[in-house]
């Protein structure tokens, strides 16, 4: 399940951001065969951009919606931005904002992190896939 492997990736360990982990996780749990370049993508998304804006969570799990459910372009999917605009409303209604620096400041803490905000983020998507039926 995508939260175990978030609980795996998300931690002194690995030492990911939110987004990295995110990222790393759908990637074991979904089978989506990203290489180390690929994987990558998410580093910059972390502390909501380096800058304490969206969430690294939030755009991480939007980036692994957008590797399921666009074939080669965004704009050539519909589907893709009622399931971005989906993710952000059920994000924002469990976790009240969508905004790195709320968020840090409601829910994290020196020792487990952003633990919190990741896992939920994990659980959302994890949803949003299942309802979809697009991994067996």
Not at 7 to 31: F, M, R, S
Request: proline letters at 0%; one cysteine or more.
């Amino acid at each position: 399940m995508l939260l175990d492997a978030v609980k795996k990736y998300y931690n002194k360990d690995y030492d990911l951001n939110c987004a990295e982990a995110i990222l790393y996780a759908a990637n074991e749990t979904y089978k989506l065969n990203l290489d180390k370049n690929a994987l990558k993508t998410m580093a910059a998304f972390g502390g909501g951009m380096a800058i304490e804006e969206t969430c690294g969570a939030l755009t991480g799990a939007l980036a692994v919606l957008g590797i399921l459910f666009v074939k080669d372009k965004a704009h050539e999917s519909d589907r893709i931005k009622e399931l971005a605009k989906e993710f952000f409303k059920r994000f924002q209604s469990k976790l009240s904002t969508d905004n790195c620096k709320k968020l840090k400041e409601l829910y994290r803490n020196d020792e487990e992190r952003c633990s919190y905000i990741v896992f939920n983020a994990a659980e959302i998507l994890n949803e949003m896939i299942l309802e979809e039926n697009c991994i067996n």
